[in-house]
T-cell receptor
Framework: EAGVTQSPTHLIKTRGQQVTLRCSPISGHTSVYWYQQALGLGLQFLLW???????NRGNFPPRFSGRQFPNYSSELNVNALELEDSALYLC??????????????FGPGTRLLVL | QKEVEQNSGPLSVPEGAIASLNCTYSDRGSQSFFWYRQYSGKSPELIMF????GDKEDGRFTAQLNKASQYVSLLIRDSQPSDSATYLCAVISNFGNEKLTFGTGTRLTIIP
């Protein structure tokens, strides 16, 4: 069974540009999560999508946004890039149902460098 | 106070010994607890999850949860050099809020 996939693997952008990262969940999973892992800051929760809707959002500015498509894949968009946005962006997926416990499985990540 | 705290290490353990990793959390109502392993430059890989007080064993790994003391630990028996990695403790606070809150991780080195 294929795991979570992400594209691209690496990306270099300059300040002020916009970037779109993509994620395909494990087959059968309906929830997608985005996390940021910046150097020295640990993994920080960004966004959670389930069944096409945004369910939860972390403490990030509105220039971080995303969406989930009918096939459950997801995009993360970051506008007006800043130097501190340089990080590994991780996508995870799970099969989430209300009231149940679930486990998130991570993709390989997209490494973004902002110059 | 950080929501999830781990000793950053590095923790050095001889090959074949038991490695003990600890994690404390601040939200007493937390429901789900996870251990992930992350090799340098790679993404986190799930090792174990635990929901109830007590021990849960899976091969060489044992997770221990004590909700009254708000700590969760991971024991690695018969440590191998391939176990050298950063171990991340993660917590989900409550049902319906599926945000994983991570500790900063403990860097473990197994010495051959």
């Amino acid at each position: 069974e294929a795991g979570v996939t992400q594209s691209p693997t690496h990306l270099i952008k300059t300040r002020g540009q916009q970037v779109t990262l993509r994620c395909s969940p494990i087959s059968g999973h309906t929830s997608v999560y985005w996390y940021q892992q910046a150097l020295g800051l640990g993994l920080q929760f960004l966004l959670w999508y389930d069944e096409g809707e945004e369910r939860n959002r972390g403490n990030f500015p509105p220039r971080f946004s995303g969406r989930q498509f009918p096939n459950y894949s997801s995009e993360l968009n970051v506008n007006a890039l800043e130097l501190e946005d340089s990080a590994l962006y991780l996508c995870a997926s799970s099969l989430w149902t209300s009231g149940s416990r679930q486990t998130q499985y991570f993709g390989p990540g997209t490494r973004l460098l902002v110059l | 106070q950080k929501e999830v705290e781990q000793n950053s290490g590095p923790l050095s353990v001889p090959e074949g010994a038991i490695a003990s990793l600890n994690c404390t959390y601040s939200d007493r109502g937390s429901q789900s607890f996870f251990w992930y392993r992350q090799y340098s430059g790679k993404s986190p890989e799930l090792i174990m999850f635990i929901y109830s007080n007590g021990d849960k064993e899976d091969g060489r790994f044992t997770a221990q949860l004590n909700k009254a003391s708000q700590y969760v630990s991971l024991l690695i028996r018969d440590s191998q050099p391939s176990d050298s990695a950063t171990y991340l403790c993660a917590v989900i606070s409550n049902f319906g809020n599926e945000k994983l809150t991570f500790g900063t991780g403990t860097r473990l080195t197994i010495i051959p």
